[in-house]
């Protein structure tokens, strides 16, 4: 029996030592992603706005990560463009994923931003806060108002025809020196992630403030982005930052991402039409 016991246990080592043996030969498929080399180049008008670009190449996944100080504040496009309305230092950081899926790397560089900045009384701007005061907007009742696609401007997966009372009685007002929003929901709001129903208990959030970036959004638009990022406008599946891609003193079109509910990435755009009040 003792020298059973024996055997048995020099077996166990015997194969202790040949799967560790194995563990040391294991590696990954495929070579980490090197560092992502990239370029940040500032605005020859807007100190306060810079361009970035990835440069490099044969990456599966893109995330740049600016900050919460920055407007937009994430992207994953090759080319973007990032603002930042207090002066001070800033770190911008891009991480990568390896197209053969062996790993992930990111590499950063800090900006600085000398001063605050400066919002003129002057073009959408002025047109969307009545000349630099209050202004308040409203959904448009016309068909098409609200529209979402899976590509910019487009309505190809809905178009509306027509809309809810609960949509239409709500109103937005953007107080252009406190920078305040006051979201007006008429006693309800039509709920998309509760199932497309009436809530007439729905929560406003307190406090809510916005920013405004001049040339900040899609293809060079001005920017309305919201600091909370469970307040909307208008569609409560849609947000935070609303791009203006047509303005007068009395309509205004935006683009903005569709945000599911459920938290996953977004798939597609709304284009929502508002009139002034």
């Known amino acids: 029996m003792k020298n059973l016991k024996l055997i048995l246990f020099a077996s166990l080592c015997l194969l202790l030592f040949t799967q560790c043996e194995e563990q040391e ?15 940040v180049e500032p605005f020859a008008d807007n100190p306060n706005k810079f361009w970035v670009e990835d440069l490099s190449e044969g990456n599966f996944t893109r995330v ?14 090759k080319r973007d463009s990032v603002g930042f309305n207090k ?11 390896a197209a053969d899926g062996s790993g992930t790397a990111s590499s950063q560089q800090s900006v600085n931003v000398a001063e605050d900045a400066v919002l003129g009384c002057e073009g959408n701007f002025s047109l969307f806060t009545q000349d630099c005061t209050t202004k308040c907007w409203k959904l448009s009742e016309e068909d098409g108002s609200v529209k979402v696609g899976p590509i910019p401007l487009s309505g190809e997966w809905f178009t509306s025809t ?3 009372p609960t949509q239409l009685d709500d109103r937005w007002c953007f107080d252009a020196e406190t920078f305040i929003l006051d979201y007006n929901n008429g006693g309800g709001t039509f709920s998309a992630c509760q199932g497309f129903i009436d809530d007439p208990n729905y929560q406003v959030p307190a406090a809510l403030s916005w920013t405004y970036i001049v040339g900040g959004g899609w293809e060079g638009t001005d920017r309305i982005e919201l600091d909370q990022p469970e307040m909307f406008l208008a569609i409560e599946d849609s947000g935070p930052y609303y791009d203006i891609v047509e303005m007068s003193e009395t309509k205004m079109v935006v683009l903005t991402p569709l945000k599911p509910c459920d938290g996953s990435p977004s798939t597609g755009f709304f284009t929502l039409t508002f009139l002034a009040e």
């Open 87 to 97: 002066k001070g230092d800033y770190t911008i950081k891009l991480h990568v994923s």
């Open 162 to 164: 027509g809309l809810e």
């Open 64 to 77: 740049w990560d600016f900050g919460d100080d920055a407007m937009p504040k994430t992207s994953t496009l």
């Open 25 to 39: 030969d294991f590696s990954l498929p495929g070579n980490l992603p090197d560092d992502p080399p990239f370029s």
